[in-house]
């Protein structure tokens, strides 16, 4: 009904309570200013404002008016910034842990590309060694990896702890190798095990080489042996067992973004953003 050019002016005078520092503002002449006014008046069939050589008052109209307007215009502006941002274009390369892109990725990936239609999104999913020598040779423009705790690089999403993961009926004799289920070196989760072991002198043996998450947790459920995953990916068929077997605590694990910066910055802050706002919900 009313025109956010028009709502526009009138906020503008209202602010300003003239009509020279009105038009100043929104860079245009006086007389528009009164023209678009004088429109917003009759389309809303109300005296707004009143004025006389040196003052300009809003009447009780014409404080409603300002009221709706401020609305009016920040709705206006927040679906015109909706659509600019869906306009965005371009690649994204984008790399992802493969227990990282089990959980919520996803659903943060399909957000996304609703929001973002015409970025052209390529995804490579594996291990976060792999990814991030990939980022350095310029492969990928952004990736999802785990690292070491406090590491400078990249942008911290999260933090968790690593834990002892094994199928309920699994069974571990006390003085027999711990059997692990581990992906190849180099691995943080391995290290984090046999590191752990080694601290307190218990004996292992490697039962399951595994390439991927869902080879180590069919592995786990088949009962073949113990894997070492992040607290918050541990499935709710399988359960931690650290207290039960006797097994050494296990250190904290970052997620985190890494980027290209060579990477167009457009497409990159997005997608960030996006998997850090989701973290935080």
Known sequence: MFDPQLLRTFVALAETRSFTRAAEQLQTSQSTVSQQIRRLER???????????????????GEAMLGFARVILSAHDAAASYFDTSAMRGRLRFGSADDLALTELPAILREFRRL??????????????????RLRAGQLDLVYVKQEPGLPTGRLVRRDRH?????ESTRLDPGAPVPLIA????????AAAIDALASIGRNWRITCNVRDVNGALAAVRAGIGIAVLPRAMVPTDLVPVSPTFGLPRLGEIDFTLLTNPRAAGGPVDALSAAIVGHSGD
């Open 43 to 61: 389309a809303a069939g109300r005296t707004l404002a009143l004025r006389d050589t040196r003052t300009v008052e809003l009447t009780d109209n």
């Open 116 to 133: 973002y239609p015409q970025i052209d999104l390529v995804l490579t999913v594996g291990q976060s060694p792999a990814l991030a020598r």
């Open 163 to 167: 834990v002892w993961v094994a199928h």
């Open 183 to 190: 992906y190849p070196d180099p691995s943080l989760s391995r």
